[in-house]
Structures are given as structure tokens and as C-alpha cells.
């Protein structure tokens, strides 16, 4: 036992070094495990590539054994001797086994770890408190929203139902009130068809009348001129035998047939036209090239004895004289103001047209229809139907009684307002027949077609009597130079041509549009002419100059049609876009833009000045592709 104890003095312990040594049992700790985890029976190479392909292992601390750290404590403190006692009763107990292996095994508690492993729990569980609560606030808002949506939807539900029985109610109040009218509506049906009934056997008896009216005239006709010719022949059998050659006297004027128009300076115009027909067939003997073309559009034509010749000059325009022209001053077009709507048609309304005295206009539409309305009340009068597609455009008679209508039929027919009843049917052109015009002397009627030509038709003999062909293209409006025979007319070949109506000759082309020219109007006094194309563009030009006064853009949509108020210092453009357009004459300004229509304004026009004096003010009126008819009152 002494040299055991001298052994154990003379013995110098160093002290431990605690991580090298768990270091050392890390890694051996680590290859045991990988060798476990790769079964135990491959060989180095097989286990170094398996270590290569493994993830990177996780290391972790081991616990530091009670007698390392008990002797680690001593060797810091200075505890030497306390120290050698300490292992020699360590050892003894050792070896005598009175230490129990788990208790030697049993490491010392690393707090620190220990804190560490706790403070990155409580992070986690922190980090997901926040989110719990992220969400909560989330399922709280969509919760909120929800009960708001609730709300609301309870809200229209509870209105529906209300209003549900609002309208079951008033429904079967209607009923009701339909049920009991449903008498007075039989009676009321009843007396109609009686009356439709009795107005047809009135007009077929009179129609019966007129056929034999007109048999008695013929035979009364034909007993005239056969006395007239046994006159002749008691006359020439009296006469000396030198006179045989002396030619006839011609025999008494036949009596003209009733027309639309009753001109007494038809006899004037007569003879001039017969002096300017001699002078133009001369003309043409000489052969120069203005002749050559109205050769082409006016061919030889065949004396029809019921033909009726234009007037040689102009007739005087009532309308320059400045007492006259003073009498048209009217308000500023911003001045207007919407005074009546009516549903006119079941289709779009295409045209309108005024009487030229009396307060009452025309529609027509793509229902085949026109109707004739009193004004200011815009009450119907009178339905006419008789055309087998739509009417693009209608004109009433200088005397007021006839209106003539052209149809996408082809045909362009006129009506007489007074007895109610087709009074001709003109076919001559091939396609659809865009516009119609009346001259001022009544005799005449023009036309112009897709079909690229301009026609004139005598309203006596029915037949055309000149043909203007010189547009590339469809011709799409026309109208006369008031109280002159100048013919203007416009086409998508961009041109506006003035035409002599009497020679067929073009006397001025102008061309400055840009796009299709879809309409013309002179003023009152045929000194100013406006036209209008597909972008919008209003051109104004003077005919004492024959230049462009005033180019107007009143786009980007369509201007459909274009009018001038009584004094020509303003024109209303209707447009695409559903307003009439409102512009000063002089500086091209735009003045105001009438709204109401909810499509497509298609024409305007303003009530002729006797019109006006009747109704105490220059009424404005415009029809709509919504098939409305609206009145436009100066405020």
C-alpha cells in the first residue's frame, strides 16, 4: 500500500482537455453510425462513396463525464491535494466496484445547450402564435365581410319581394281595368271594320265614277276632233284649187288632262323652249364637244303630245328682295330646345319632308310607310303604303296636294294626297332609288340612283324625258336651284355636278371632298349650296364665285344631311353620333349641339317661312334611326 502511495504521489496529472476528447468521441461516435447506417459489411471505398452521396451529417454535443468534470473543477481551482485524494478514492471505488457503470456513465448537464434548445422551441412556438393570430385576423375580416354581404343580400331580397308585390298588384289592377274595357274595345273594333268596310265601297264606287268619267271625256274627245276634221274638209272642198298647197291650219288645241300642277306660265315657256331646242339641234350639227356629251345624255327624243316643255329663263326669286329677306330673321340655332317626341314608325325613319304652306310634314321609313303629320302637335293624318321595300326620301309638291316618294324597289311613285291614291309609278331605274326632287313649275319630277344616273320625268306624259349620266358611282341626292332649272347632284365620287335640266349639259363640276358625298341643299335665295360627306365634313360654297366658302368638320361620324335656316347664317348638320349639330355660316364655329335622339340623326329640316308665320316661329323638326319624330322650338 506505501509504494501504491508513493507511486501515486510522485505521479503529475495534466489536466483534460474536454473537447478534444469529445471531439475525438464525435467522430467516433459518427463512423460507428455510418457504418450502422450502411450495414456494416461494405467495404472502405464503398463506405467513402456512400459518404460522399449521404447529406452532411448533424453533429452533437455529448455530455461531459462527472469525474472529467470534477477533476477539470479541482486543476482550476488549485485544488491539487483535494485532487490526488479525490482519485484515489475514485480508483479504489472503481476497482472495487462500488461505482455502478451508470452512474460513471452519467454525464454533467450542459445548461447552456439546454437554454439553447428551449430558446429556439420558444421561437418556433412564437413564430407560430404570430401566424395563428395573422390568420385569425384574417378569418375575422372574411367573417366581417361576409355578415356584411349577408346583410345586403337580405336587404335586395326583402326589396325584391316588395316590389314583387308592387308589380303582382298593379298586375292585376291592369287586369282588371283591361277586362273591363274589354267591351268598349269590342264595340269600338266593330265600328271601325264597319267603317273600313264602307269607306272601301266608296272608293270603289268611285273609282267606277272616274273610269266613267274618263270613258265620256274620250268619246266626247273623239266627237270633238272628228268635227273638227269634216270642218277641215268642208273647208278645203270651199277652197280655190290653188290653195291645195297651201298647208292646213292646225286644229284647235287639244285640252291638256289634269295634273299635279297647273302653271299658267306654261304657254311662255313653251315657245322659248322650242327656240332653245332648235338652237341646241344646231348646236349639235356644228359638232362641238359640250354637244357631243349631252348627245350622249339626252338621245333623239320622240314628241310625246302631253309632254310639257321646261321653262327658257329663270323664274324671279321672291326671295331676294330685302323686304323679304328682312322678314326671315330668326333666333340663334344655340336658342333651340326640344318641344315634342313621337314614335313615328316601328322602323328607322329615313327622310322627312314640309309642306311648302300648310303646317304639316312627311316621314317616311323602313317599315315601307309614310305618314303625314299636323304640326305643331305631331298628330298623324294620313298612313300611305304602296312600296314593296323601304323609302329612302320623299318631296312634296309645289302645290302641296302630291308627294312623291323613291324606294330601295327601284321605283319612285307620287301620291295624290287629296283623293288618297297612286297617281304614277315610275320604273326606270335599275337600282335602288336614293332621292327625289320636284321643279318649282311643278311639271317635273327628279330622281337619282345607285344605279349612277339622274332622271327627269314629266308628271303629264309619265315618262322620262332626260337622263344625267357623268357620276363614277352611285348618285346619292339631289336638288334644284330654287325657282331655275339647275340641277345639282351629289355622288360617292366625291363631286357635286350642276346640271341644265333643259339640255342635259353639265355646266360646273366641283370637286374638294375627301370621302362620299352623301347630301346637298341650296338656301333660300340659290346663292349658297351646302354639302356633306362620310367623315363628318360640311363644305359651304358661294355660286356667285363658284369657290369653297367655308370647309366644316363636323366629325368623326357621318353627316348625314345638311340644312340651312331662313337667312343661310346657319346650318344644323345632322350627324351619326345622334346630335344635330349646330354651325355658323360665316366662321365655320360650332354653336351648339341639339341632343335628344338616341341613334342616328338621318335628316333635319326647318319649316318653310309661310309655315313659320302660321305657327308663330321657325319650328325645327328631325327625324331618327330610333324612330322618333322631334320638334325643336327657338326658346
Same mark, same amino acid.
Not at 292 to 318: C, G, I, Y
Not at 613 to 627: E, K, M, N, Q, R
Given at each position: 500500500?506505501?509504494?501504491?502511495?508513493?507511486?501515486?504521489?510522485?505521479?503529475?496529472?495534466?489536466?483534460?482537455?474536454?473537447?478534444?476528447?469529445?471531439?475525438?468521441?464525435?467522430?467516433?461516435?459518427?463512423?460507428?453510425?455510418?457504418?450502422?447506417?450502411?450495414?456494416?459489411?461494405?467495404?472502405?471505398?464503398?463506405?467513402?462513396?456512400?459518404?460522399?452521396?449521404?447529406?452532411?451529417?448533424?453533429?452533437?454535443?455529448? =455530455?461531459?463525464?462527472?469525474?472529467?468534470?470534477?477533476?477539470?473543477?479541482?486543476?482550476?481551482?488549485?485544488?491539487?491535494?483535494?485532487?490526488?485524494?479525490?482519485?484515489?478514492?475514485?480508483?479504489?471505488?472503481?476497482?472495487?466496484?462500488?461505482?455502478?457503470?451508470?452512474?460513471?456513465?452519467?454525464?454533467?448537464?450542459?445548461?447552456?445547450?439546454? !437554454?439553447?434548445?428551449?430558446?429556439?422551441?420558444?421561437?418556433?412556438?412564437?413564430?407560430?402564435?404570430?401566424?395563428?393570430?395573422?390568420?385569425?385576423?384574417?378569418?375575422?375580416?372574411?367573417?366581417?365581410?361576409?355578415?356584411?354581404?349577408?346583410?345586403?343580400?337580405?336587404?335586395?331580397?326583402?326589396?325584391?319581394?316588395?316590389?314583387?308585390?308592387?308589380?303582382?298588384?298593379?298586375?292585376?289592377?291592369?287586369?282588371? +281595368?283591361?277586362?273591363?274595357?274589354? $267591351?268598349?274595345?269590342?264595340?269600338?273594333?266593330?265600328?271601325?271594320?264597319?267603317?273600313?268596310?264602307?269607306?272601301?265601297?266608296?272608293?270603289?264606287?268611285?273609282?267606277?265614277?272616274?273610269?266613267?268619267?274618263?270613258?265620256?271625256?274620250?268619246?266626247?274627245?273623239?266627237?270633238?276632233?272628228?268635227?273638227?276634221?269634216?270642218?277641215?274638209?268642208?273647208?278645203?272642198?270651199?277652197?280655190?284649187?290653188?290653195?291645195?298647197?297651201?298647208?292646213?291650219?292646225?286644229?284647235?288645241?287639244?285640252?291638256?288632262?289634269?295634273?299635279?300642277?297647273?302653271?299658267?306660265?306654261?304657254?311662255?315657256?313653251?315657245?322659248?323652249?322650242?327656240?332653245?331646242?332648235?338652237?341646241?339641234?344646231?348646236?349639235?350639227?356644228?359638232?362641238?364637244?359640250?354637244?357631243?356629251?349631252?348627245?350622249?345624255?339626252?338621245?333623239?327624243?320622240?314628241?310625246?303630245?302631253?309632254?310639257?316643255?321646261?321653262?327658257?329663263?329663270?323664274?324671279?326669286?321672291?326671295?331676294?328682295?330685302?323686304?323679304?329677306?328682312?322678314?326671315?330673321?330668326?333666333?340663334?340655332?344655340?336658342?333651340?330646345?326640344?318641344?315634342?317626341?313621337?314614335?313615328?314608325?316601328?322602323?328607322?325613319?329615313?327622310?322627312?319632308?314640309?309642306?311648302?304652306?300648310?303646317?304639316?310634314?312627311?316621314?317616311?321609313?323602313?317599315?315601307?310607310?309614310? +305618314?303625314?303629320?299636323?304640326?305643331?302637335?305631331?298628330?298623324?293624318?294620313?298612313?300611305?303604303?304602296?312600296?314593296?321595300?323601304?323609302?329612302?326620301?320623299?318631296?312634296?309638291?309645289?302645290?302641296?296636294?302630291?308627294?312623291?316618294?323613291?324606294?330601295?324597289?327601284?321605283?319612285?311613285?307620287?301620291?295624290?294626297?287629296?283623293?288618297?291614291?297612286?297617281?304614277?309609278?315610275?320604273?326606270?331605274?335599275?337600282?335602288?332609288?336614293?332621292?327625289?326632287?320636284?321643279?318649282?313649275?311643278?311639271?317635273?319630277?327628279?330622281?337619282?340612283?345607285?344605279?349612277?344616273?339622274?332622271?327627269?320625268?314629266?308628271?303629264?306624259?309619265?315618262?322620262?324625258?332626260?337622263?344625267?349620266?357623268?357620276?363614277?358611282?352611285?348618285? !346619292?341626292?339631289?336638288?334644284?336651284? $330654287?325657282?331655275?332649272?339647275?340641277?345639282?347632284?351629289?355622288?360617292?365620287?366625291?363631286?357635286?355636278?350642276?346640271?341644265?335640266?333643259?339640255?342635259?349639259?353639265?355646266?360646273?363640276?366641283?370637286?374638294?371632298?375627301?370621302?362620299?358625298?352623301?347630301?346637298?341643299?341650296? !338656301?333660300?335665295?340659290?346663292?349658297?349650296?351646302?354639302?356633306?360627306?362620310?367623315?363628318?365634313?360640311?363644305?359651304?360654297?358661294?355660286?356667285?364665285?363658284?369657290?369653297?366658302?367655308? =370647309?366644316?368638320?363636323?366629325? $368623326?361620324?357621318?353627316?348625314?344631311?345638311?340644312?340651312?335656316?331662313?337667312?343661310?347664317?346657319?346650318?344644323?348638320?345632322? =350627324?351619326?353620333?345622334?346630335?344635330?349639330?349646330?354651325?355658323?355660316? !360665316?366662321?365655320?364655329?360650332?354653336?351648339?349641339?341639339?341632343?335628344?335622339?338616341?341613334?342616328?340623326?338621318?335628316?333635319?329640316?326647318?319649316?318653310?317661312? $309661310?309655315?313659320?308665320?302660321?305657327?308663330?316661329?321657325?319650328?325645327?323638326?328631325?327625324? =331618327?334611326?330610333?324612330?322618333?319624330?322631334?320638334?325643336?322650338?327657338?326658346?
Amino acid at each position: 500500500m506505501e509504494d501504491s502511495d508513493s507511486s501515486d504521489g510522485e505521479f503529475k496529472y495534466e489536466a483534460v482537455t474536454v473537447g478534444a476528447e469529445s471531439e475525438n468521441e464525435d467522430l467516433d461516435e459518427d463512423l460507428q453510425t455510418a457504418l450502422q447506417n450502411l450495414g456494416g459489411d461494405k467495404s472502405g471505398a464503398a463506405v467513402t462513396a456512400a459518404a460522399a452521396v449521404a447529406p452532411t451529417p448533424r453533429t452533437e454535443k455529448k =455530455s461531459e463525464p462527472v469525474d472529467d468534470f470534477l477533476r477539470n473543477y479541482l486543476l482550476k481551482m488549485g485544488l491539487h491535494r483535494t485532487l490526488e485524494t479525490f482519485q484515489t478514492e475514485w480508483y479504489e471505488r472503481q476497482h472495487k466496484g462500488l461505482l455502478k457503470d451508470q452512474e460513471m456513465l452519467e454525464g454533467v448537464t450542459d445548461v447552456y445547450q439546454q !437554454n439553447q434548445l428551449l430558446l429556439g422551441q420558444v421561437q418556433t412556438l412564437l413564430a407560430d402564435m404570430d401566424k395563428l393570430k395573422q390568420k385569425s385576423s384574417q378569418m375575422q375580416e372574411a367573417l366581417a365581410k361576409s355578415k356584411k354581404e349577408r346583410d345586403f343580400h337580405r336587404m335586395h331580397h326583402k326589396r325584391l319581394g316588395q316590389e314583387k308585390n308592387k308589380l303582382l298588384m298593379d298586375l292585376h289592377r291592369a287586369n282588371a +281595368k283591361s277586362t273591363s274595357h274589354e $267591351p268598349e274595345l269590342e264595340a269600338m273594333r266593330n265600328r271601325f271594320e264597319s267603317s273600313h268596310r264602307e269607306l272601301m265601297i266608296t272608293r270603289n264606287e268611285k273609282h267606277n265614277l272616274q273610269k266613267k268619267v274618263e270613258e265620256l271625256n274620250s268619246s266626247l274627245k273623239e266627237v270633238t276632233e272628228q268635227t273638227a276634221k269634216q270642218q277641215l274638209q268642208q273647208s278645203q272642198s270651199q277652197s280655190q284649187p290653188q290653195s291645195a298647197a297651201i298647208t292646213p291650219p292646225p286644229s284647235a288645241p287639244q285640252q291638256q288632262p289634269t295634273s299635279p300642277a297647273n302653271n299658267t306660265r306654261r304657254s311662255k315657256g313653251a315657245k322659248s323652249g322650242s327656240r332653245m331646242s332648235a338652237a341646241r339641234e344646231s348646236a349639235r350639227g356644228v359638232g362641238t364637244s359640250k354637244m357631243a356629251t349631252a348627245s350622249l345624255n339626252s338621245p333623239k327624243r320622240v314628241h310625246h303630245p302631253q309632254d310639257r316643255e321646261l321653262p327658257a329663263e329663270n323664274r324671279s326669286n321672291p326671295w331676294l328682295s330685302a323686304e323679304s329677306f328682312q322678314r326671315l330673321l330668326v333666333p340663334d340655332g344655340a336658342a333651340y330646345r326640344n318641344t315634342k317626341t313621337t314614335r313615328a314608325h316601328t322602323l328607322p325613319i329615313s327622310s322627312i319632308c314640309l309642306h311648302p304652306r300648310r303646317p304639316l310634314a312627311v316621314t317616311v321609313s323602313d317599315d315601307t310607310t309614310f +305618314k303625314v303629320w299636323s304640326l305643331p302637335d305631331c298628330e298623324v293624318c294620313v298612313t300611305g303604303d304602296g312600296h314593296k321595300d323601304w323609302i329612302a326620301d320623299c318631296a312634296f309638291h309645289p302645290s302641296g296636294a302630291f308627294l312623291a316618294t323613291a324606294s330601295g324597289d327601284t321605283t319612285v311613285k307620287v301620291w295624290n294626297l287629296t283623293k288618297q291614291f297612286c297617281s304614277a309609278t315610275f320604273t326606270d331605274h335599275t337600282q335602288v332609288v336614293w332621292g327625289c326632287v320636284f321643279h318649282d313649275t311643278g311639271d317635273f319630277l327628279a330622281s337619282c340612283s345607285m344605279d349612277g344616273t339622274t332622271k327627269l320625268f314629266d308628271l303629264h306624259s309619265q315618262r322620262c324625258r332626260q337622263t344625267f349620266r357623268g357620276h363614277d358611282g352611285s348618285v !346619292n341626292y339631289l336638288a334644284f336651284q $330654287p325657282f331655275t332649272n339647275v340641277l345639282c347632284t351629289c355622288s360617292v365620287d366625291k363631286a357635286l355636278m350642276f346640271w341644265d335640266v333643259r339640255s342635259a349639259d353639265c355646266l360646273k363640276i366641283l370637286r374638294s371632298h375627301t370621302n362620299a358625298c352623301n347630301h346637298v341643299c341650296f !338656301n333660300l335665295r340659290g346663292d349658297v349650296v351646302a354639302s356633306t360627306d362620310a367623315d363628318g365634313v360640311v363644305k359651304i360654297w358661294d355660286l356667285r364665285t363658284v369657290t369653297e366658302r367655308q =370647309s366644316i368638320n363636323a366629325g $368623326p361620324f357621318p353627316a348625314n344631311k345638311a340644312a340651312f335656316d331662313h337667312t343661310a347664317s346657319t346650318v344644323f348638320v345632322p =350627324s351619326d353620333d345622334g346630335a344635330i349639330k349646330v354651325f355658323n355660316v !360665316n366662321d365655320g364655329k360650332l354653336v351648339a349641339e341639339l341632343k335628344g335622339h338616341e341613334e342616328a340623326v338621318q335628316a333635319v329640316q326647318m319649316v318653310p317661312p $309661310p309655315v313659320a308665320d302660321v305657327l308663330g316661329a321657325p319650328l325645327l323638326l328631325s327625324v =331618327s334611326s330610333d324612330t322618333t319624330l322631334r320638334t325643336w322650338s327657338p326658346i
